[in-house]
């Protein structure tokens, strides 16, 4: 018994010694090279799918907002079920899956390599996003969000702690900036790595989110004052935060979304232009903004002499153009703009007619589509159709124009460094240098040589010194307010986020479209919760109404319409 019992001990002390001999050997193998550790993984990798996420993002939120503001059609018929819970998906996924949950995996990486750029332009991205939904939805998850199963149902925070955490965020990122780094960016889709445009743009944000809380906060009159002395803002274009996109079609198309909706079959146009600002560009100064053959592409000049319109039963003829008498927008259209500007009005929620080749779309900027010279042709992707610059476009995230009517506002409500209307000018200025030059900046030619069609120093003096006529015979502060926000909403074309803002917050434009329903219920303040949040978090409770405000929004519940 004593025998077969050492004979046992023995060999299974001898098979222990095999498998930790074997484990040795074996344990190089347990680092699989195609499943890198986090902090083997490259810092530019992580950069790139973070860039591209903040891209969508950023896409998603100016198409869900520029129908609000009548850029674009907002289908309604109310505004309570103008969108359902279903629509936010897509931008609440990106930005928690996608931008914050990249974000906050590379920023220990990069901080470990001191890669400080890398560092500081997660710190913006994720700034910028969580500043954006808060201005879409109010309070939502930040302090618990991408917790993974250590925290499945992540609580909302406040709006204005979401605020204060990302306004920090830009603060450490604007100290990154100054560090000298490991190593720079090898692709940086913004500004190539340039440490000082970030730092500018980080800057720019802080002012944004400033002016944006002035309503509720009495301490950022300083806030800014401090940023305008500094003068490290963006005021120029070569720092415009901008995502560029290019003419490549396939695997993966990197045209501009607009042009793909509206240029990339023979289909037509897949976008409606909403009436009412279509009706801005084309009359309501008394004469045509010359931007607005660059931002809009009418695919026929004559809606009653073109031969495409003659079997048409559409909802254009059903309702002839006629022109609102209310007190809220005297002299704006319904339906048609002159004779060859086809869109719909604000709330239309009619069917949709065979009408595709007749729409007026998007135009050369910022979609990189076409340039209307009056050539009455169909957009499509054959050589007998309209093709424009092919999608080389840009989604302007943030202008120096912009800045300059953010300070236009602050001096004239704050009391902030600046004469407003010298900076609504400046903003003005800086709109049509970025239209005027975009076409050469993407290498493309207009193919006409008529330059009453083009923006020249006259065209745009004229405009301009209208705009200063109007600021200056503005008897009130409110009605000064109005010229600055008009001009910023004009400017901001590509922008919908920015309109958005701005009219919850200042109310302005103050006579845009009102809705063809005559009880469309309360302005959508905020945002109903996506879905995917609302029906899968036990901590979400969903909104029932429209009017839920955001933090910094403490106007009256019919302040908008």
């Not at 998603?60 to 359902?84: C, H, K, V, W």
């Not at 912009?402 to 704050?414: C, D, G, K, P």
Request: net charge negative.
């Amino acid at each position: 018994m004593r025998l077969k019992q050492f004979i046992i001990i023995a060999f299974v002390s001898l098979g222990g010694l095999l498998l930790s001999a074997c484990n040795k050997q074996l344990s190089p193998l347990l680092n699989n090279p195609s499943v890198p550790t986090p902090t083997a993984a490259s810092p530019d990798l992580y950069l790139n799918n973070l860039q591209l996420s903040f891209k969508g993002f950023f896409q998603s939120a100016t198409d869900l907002t520029d129908g609000l503001t009548r850029q674009e059609i907002m289908y309604g018929p109310t505004y309570y079920n103008a969108f359902a819970p279903t629509s936010f998906d897509g931008i609440w996924s990106t930005a928690y899956e996608s931008v914050l949950l990249t974000a906050n995996t590379m920023i220990p990486i990069a901080q470990s390599k001191n890669e400080t750029i890398h560092v500081g332009i997660a710190q913006v991205l994720k700034a910028y996003t969580m500043i954006t939904m808060v201005d879409l939805f109010g309070d939502v998850p930040y302090s618990q969000a991408d917790q993974g199963v250590t925290i499945p149902n992540p609580a909302v925070d406040k709006g204005a702690a979401i605020y204060d955490s990302a306004e920090a965020l830009l603060t450490a990122a604007i100290a990154n900036f100054a560090i000298k780094p490991s190593v720079k960016p090898a692709n940086d889709l913004f500004y190539g790595g340039n440490a000082a445009n970030w730092t500018a743009l980080a800057k720019t944000l802080l002012l944004k989110a400033y002016v944006q809380t002035r309503l509720v906060d009495n301490t950022v009159a300083a806030k800014i004052t401090a940023l305008v002395n500094e003068n490290n803002l963006i005021k120029s274009p070569s720092q415009d935060f901008v995502f560029s996109y290019s003419t490549h079609s396939q695997a993966p198309d990197a045209r501009a979304s607009h042009y793909i909706t509206n240029y990339g079959t023979d289909n037509g146009a897949g976008d409606y232009i909403g009436t009412w600002f279509m009706w801005q560009l084309a009359d309501a100064k008394g004469f045509a903004d010359p931007r607005g053959r660059y931002y809009l592409y009418r695919q026929i000049d004559n809606v009653f002499t073109d031969s495409r319109t003659a079997s048409q039963t559409t909802r254009q003829f059903a309702i002839p153009c006629l022109y609102r008498t209310d007190p809220y927008a005297p002299g704006v259209p319904y339906c048609l703009v002159d004779t060859g500007y086809w869109g719909r009005d604000h709330g239309d929620n009619e069917g949709i007619p065979p009408d595709n080749s007749l729409r007026t779309t998007w135009g050369l900027y910022p979609a990189g589509g076409a340039f209307d010279y009056n050539q009455n042709t169909a957009t499509g992707q054959s050589t007998s159709r309209e093709t424009g610059a092919g999608g080389n476009g840009i989604n302007p995230i943030w202008l120096s124009s912009y800045t300059n009517f953010l300070e236009a506002e602050a001096a004239l409500i704050l009391g902030t460094p600046g004469d407003p209307k010298a900076l609504t000018i400046a903003g003005v200025d800086a709109s049509f240098n970025k239209v005027a030059g975009f076409a050469g900046a993407i290498g493309y030619k207009i193919p006409t040589s008529d330059t009453t069609m083009l923006i020249t120093a006259s065209n745009q003096q004229k405009y301009e010194a209208a705009v200063a006529s109007q600021y200056q015979n503005a008897a009130t502060t409110a009605a000064k307010l109005n010229v600055i926000e008009t001009e910023y909403y004009l400017a901001a074309w590509g922008n919908g986020l920015e309109t958005y803002n701005n009219y919850r917050r200042t109310g302005c434009p103050n006579n845009l479209q009102p809705t063809l329903d005559p009880n469309p219920g309360l302005f959508i303040r905020s945002f109903f919760y996506a879905s995917v949040y609302a029906d899968y978090n036990k901590n979400a409770v969903q909104k029932t109404t429209t009017n839920v405000k955001v933090f910094w929004d403490n106007n009256a519940d019919n302040f908008v319409y």
